[in-house]
């Protein structure tokens, strides 16, 4: 059987000119609760097609008519509507025009004389494909929607994890910091001492060359440490850099860059760095992200080991080539992570780090990096005193 509930309530543009066959068949087409706008030639059809357009399901059309014929409007209705299905009447000796209409994107021939049952089935498909189109169309449209909002989230959660790790890094620049400005403020007070007390004989010759030999000293150890300071800007500054840049390195390199930054912090927090790097194999990485990925592992380490104030507390980085690729091992021996949440800490916004406000992103933005940016692997396993979070990068990606 089947189902005419489709037509029930569509609206059909039936242009005919034998007003006989037009009034029989729109009967039957009311039959159905099919509304129907009736027309006597192309011209007629089409001018109520441009008033009307948006009201019309289904366009059923003869091929020979004054004015302007079946093909010349449905031409013209296809400038307007590219997909609306259309359904044409034709009589035998005018199969001719067929080749015509393929380009036109016909639904279906109704042969004349009408058979009311093909006209029926014809119409039926015709609506069910408009139908499923537009139900398509707006599941298109809500996924286009889905992605934009998924993609701005996305970015808000860079912009957080970034501000994040803009938090750690005056932390660690801090650290970084201590050592130089205490030595140049040692320097500087040295030489004001051996001033104001007058430790130099002025009068003689070897007095002013003790002096100009101490002043050279401490104004090299003042430069040596300004330069310190430099570099350790330029460091913090390459992190932030937002251009992305694809390198060709070995893992060595950004884990260095890492250490460059984080070291002293962690060593301020009594914790030993342990490298193993053994890994030899040149990876196409954008390094200002691994760099990021590498810390937001390294200060949650750091931050796991403080809170259980861990004797001996370690961070131990291991790399190892694979066939095609490289793998990291960062191990800690802070004591690991409950097994129920093994799993979860790869997703966005958890943290059990409720009184330091943490963000619960430093893990979801790294599994973005390496799993999404660089195709690679990041995952972690509880061993033995603590937990290790393993990176795979391939060579080629
Ligand atoms: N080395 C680790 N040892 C034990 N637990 C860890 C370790 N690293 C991460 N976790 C757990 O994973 C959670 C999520 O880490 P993630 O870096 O995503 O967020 P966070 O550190 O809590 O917040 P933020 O990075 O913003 O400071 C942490 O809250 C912690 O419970
Ligand atoms: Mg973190």
Redesign the pocket.
Known sequence: MIDTKILKNITVLYAEDELILQEGISETLNLFEINVICVKNGQEGLSVFKSSHKKIDLILTDIKMPKLDGIGMIEKIREIDKNIPIIITTAHQETNFLMQSIELDISAYVLKPIDIYKLEASLIKAIESKVLREELIQKNKKLEIEIQKNEEKQKIMETQ?RF?AMGEMINMIAHQWRQPLASIGTASYNLKYKLLSEKFDLETKEGRAEQSNFFSKKLDEIEFYVQNLTTTIDDFRNFFKTDKVFVNTRIENPIRNTLKIIQKDLESNNIDVILNLRSQNQINIYENEIVHVII??L???Q??LSEKKIENAKIEITTLDLEDGIKIDIY?N????EKE?LDI??EPY????KE?N???????M?KIIVEKNHQGKIY?TNISE??C?SIILYCMI
Do not use: R
């Open positions: 994890s994040a937001n592992i200060k949650n380490a931050d796991k800690d802070g004591g690991g992570i949440n800490i790869f958890f943290s059990t780090k330091k943490g963000t619960g992103i430093g893990l979801y790294s972690a603590g937990i979070f």
